[in-house]
């Protein structure tokens, strides 16, 4: 069978060969559970808090403040549901931003059943959140905002310090602000300081690690309810039995994303700005979607009018390429993004949306490839779409 | 360095070699998105979903009955949680017995924030919790009910399916029965039918599986309450990206397990039955804990009189043999075990506990060596000990 062609990289990525390497005496020589006081329990509790001290390091914060966690989806929700009900005392009201992952915006719906009111931002049509349009939002009630780092469909990135300088200045110690900066990690800078965030959540899957651990940094002082109870690991913050392989890998991970940042960066923005010109040069009536400059170094996601993207998707899936219509968390649900819809794109424009995200293991000759696979195929499509000929027609 | 005498199971499990090799293909090379429409996502599904029925053959339930969460922990919050919020509207008292893991403890202390009440039930001598204490607590507000399977510390069975019995008998379809399974699993039969629960949690490296990967039953039409929300991972039911290799794991090591239960259980129990005649007959004063039948047939769990099980599992870590004091979960703790207070265990022996859990892998030259070590260790400590060596003169 022909190896796939990946650009996928932003619903999750292969485990790197170091990252397993690292991970793989953890599983049947040094298991022993980090709570136990014996030797081989102390091996895996060092282990663990070797893994927290490199995160900790990246993350420019103290080791105690970071937890490890089953996911980037379990890290929003302890961090908006931790703060929220440990602050429920002081107010009710959730800000967040209408393109949010539904890690954020169904944890935040969620809450609702609890008495919280949550405002949904508008974003323009690049998909920033404006400091100014938070600022406008938080009344007395608010107790948490929560806007993500980068977006995982059109790769926007938003302006998460600038929005953290306005709270310091305007809300001093008020308000918790978490972001959700799970699709940037790895390429983005994520240090905690210079974010200027309270909260932060990571997915190990996204930059080379396992699935099934994530990251949470929780500012030393952060009002903290825990969400999983039972036992007193993570500080008593995350109850169960630490992940050992996955926490060691998790942090292996983020080391190794780290150190190759800035390459990894410029071979994915060098073959995704080649890929966007192709596509450009080469399919009439296709809209970049996401901000032009402030995106992922590795996004390149269009809207191709005239078709659709879930066709399109079979297609390229057909030739062995993998690339996806926008979050892998909604796939099989026939509605167009609502992060597309947040910024104004058109219903029927949205459903021509495909996702394209690069790794440093891709290559030129697949960039090539892919360009003369999509460029076919969106030829057909709209070939055998009445709206798709009406176009060519009067033209 | 010599090697370790491995006698604590009941706290965590090596992976078995067969399970990780299980594993591997899914970290770099079928390392998709199981949400993705592609191939390479398509295999990451077909492999969830593969391990999703094994899971259901071996529990006798249907697959889409079957969540994977990320350990018995969140399998024990998400249950208890999930009923008592869904069933919220109808009641709000929670029955649980005072031996229970604290997984379940901390989770039901927590929905007291909630309105929720909860009733401890007491237990006998040997820890067994009576279908009649279970009937004398229910009340008409009283919507789950928390019995575990098997417990933690001292391996006394608890009568799960004579519990179900009489709610079938005298609340048909009112109350909701969780068990925590996690200390039975791959030892005890955990067919949800004969069982006759509407929930079960399972943690996958307590039978030889890795850490990080629960299993949560949820029978069909239960009430159930999603906590982690953000996709409709698990059937709406669990949200987060799934941890693919990790489930290919649990499932494995389960099927392992069980297809190998009867020959593994008889071999635990003869080194088991071995080792408590070698205490029995070699160090006086001491106490066997929890039921004399109905226990784990790993569990051998003692109270030494006049001396601390802390000291002796210092010592015994000094002689690389791995025992514990209870449950990993609270190590560190300097309270005595909360389940052996509940079994009527005066707060001075309590503290003399020490825990040896088996595993398949043991030996009998093992079990002579810790026989013979153990011995050295009471007799020093004892001889050490003012309360210990008044006892001796006395005698």
């Given at each position: 069978?022909?190896?796939?062609i990946?650009?996928?990289?932003?619903?999750?990525?292969?485990?790197?060969?170091?990252?397993?390497?690292?991970?793989?005496?953890?599983?049947?020589?040094?298991?022993?559970?980090?709570?136990?006081?014996?030797?081989?329990?102390?091996?895996?509790?060092?282990?663990?808090?070797?893994?927290?001290?490199t995160?900790?390091?990246?993350?420019?914060?103290?080791?105690?403040?970071?937890?490890?966690t089953?996911?980037?989806?379990?890290?929003?929700?302890?961090?908006?549901?931790?703060?929220?009900?440990?602050?429920?005392?002081?107010?009710?009201?959730?800000?967040?931003?209408?393109?949010?992952?539904?890690?954020?915006l169904?944890?935040?719906?969620?809450?609702?059943?609890?008495?919280?009111?949550?405002?949904?931002?508008?974003?323009?049509?690049?998909?920033?959140?404006?400091?100014?349009?938070?600022?406008?939002?938080?009344?007395?009630?608010?107790?948490?905002?929560?806007?993500?780092?980068?977006?995982?469909?059109?790769?926007?990135?938003?302006?998460?310090?600038?929005?953290?300088?306005?709270?310091?200045?305007?809300?001093?110690?008020?308000?918790?602000?978490?972001?959700?900066?799970?699709?940037?990690?790895?390429?983005?800078?994520i240090?905690?300081?210079?974010?200027?965030?309270d909260?932060?959540?990571?997915?190990?899957?996204?930059?080379?690690?396992?699935?099934?651990?994530?990251?949470?940094?929780?500012k030393?002082?952060?009002?903290?309810?825990?969400?999983?109870?039972?036992?007193?690991?993570?500080?008593?913050?995350?109850?169960?039995?630490?992940?050992?392989?996955?926490?060691?890998?998790?942090?292996?991970?983020?080391?190794?994303?780290?150190?190759?940042?800035?390459?990894?960066?410029?071979?994915?923005?060098?073959?995704?700005?080649?890929?966007?010109?192709?596509?450009?040069?080469?399919?009439?009536?296709v809209?970049?979607?996401?901000?032009?400059?402030?995106?992922?170094?590795?996004?390149?996601?269009?809207?191709?009018?005239?078709?659709?993207?879930?066709?399109?998707?079979?297609?390229?899936?057909?030739?062995?390429?993998?690339?996806?219509?926008?979050?892998?968390?909604?796939?099989?649900?026939?509605?167009?993004?609502?992060?597309?819809?947040?910024?104004?794109?058109p219903?029927?424009?949205?459903?021509?949306?495909v996702?394209?995200?690069?790794?440093?293991?891709?290559?030129?000759?697949?960039?090539?490839?892919?360009?003369?696979?999509?460029?076919?195929?969106?030829e057909?499509?709209?070939?055998?779409?009445?709206?798709?000929?009406?176009?060519?027609?009067?033209?």
């Amino acid at each position: 069978m022909k190896r796939t062609i990946y650009l996928d990289h932003a619903a999750t990525t292969p485990v790197h060969p170091k990252v397993l390497e690292a991970m793989l005496p953890y599983f049947s020589e040094q298991f022993g559970n980090p709570s136990t006081i014996y030797g081989l329990g102390q091996e895996a509790r060092k282990a663990v808090e070797d893994a927290r001290s490199t995160v900790a390091d990246i993350l420019g914060c103290k080791p105690k403040e970071v937890i490890f966690t089953s996911g980037g989806t379990e890290s929003d929700n302890a961090a908006i549901k931790g703060a929220a009900f440990a602050l429920k005392d002081k107010g009710n009201h959730i800000v967040t931003s209408s393109v949010e992952h539904h890690a954020v915006l169904e944890t935040c719906h969620q809450l609702e059943d609890y008495g919280f009111e949550t405002t949904l931002l508008r974003v323009d049509c690049t998909g920033i959140v404006t400091p100014g349009a938070v600022a406008a939002a938080i009344t007395p009630r608010t107790t948490v905002i929560s806007i993500m780092l980068a977006n995982n469909e059109v790769g926007t990135i938003e302006p998460i310090a600038e929005i953290a300088a306005m709270l310091r200045t305007s809300h001093p110690g008020r308000i918790v602000f978490h972001t959700d900066a799970v699709q940037g990690g790895g390429s983005l800078d994520i240090n905690v300081e210079r974010l200027g965030v309270d909260m932060l959540s990571l997915s190990a899957h996204k930059f080379y690690g396992p699935k099934g651990v994530g990251i949470l940094y929780v500012k030393q002082g952060t009002p903290f309810s825990p969400q999983q109870k039972g036992g007193a690991q993570e500080m008593n913050r995350r109850a169960g039995t630490e992940n050992v392989p996955g926490i060691v890998g998790a942090a292996a991970a983020l080391r190794l994303a780290t150190e190759n940042r800035e390459a990894n960066n410029a071979t994915c923005r060098r073959l995704r700005d080649c890929f966007i010109a192709g596509v450009e040069a080469r399919i009439p009536d296709v809209q970049l979607t996401g901000h032009p400059e402030m995106r992922l170094p590795n996004n390149a996601s269009f809207c191709f009018m005239y078709v659709e993207g879930e066709a399109i998707l079979l297609h390229l899936d057909f030739a062995n390429i993998a690339a996806t219509s926008g979050s892998a968390c909604t796939s099989g649900s026939l509605d167009p993004s609502h992060c597309l819809l947040a910024m104004g794109v058109p219903h029927d424009i949205a459903h021509g949306s495909v996702r394209f995200t690069f790794g440093h293991e891709n290559t030129e000759a697949e960039v090539d490839e892919v360009l003369n696979v999509l460029t076919q195929i969106v030829e057909r499509l709209r070939a055998m779409s009445p709206v798709g000929r009406a176009r060519k027609k009067s033209a």
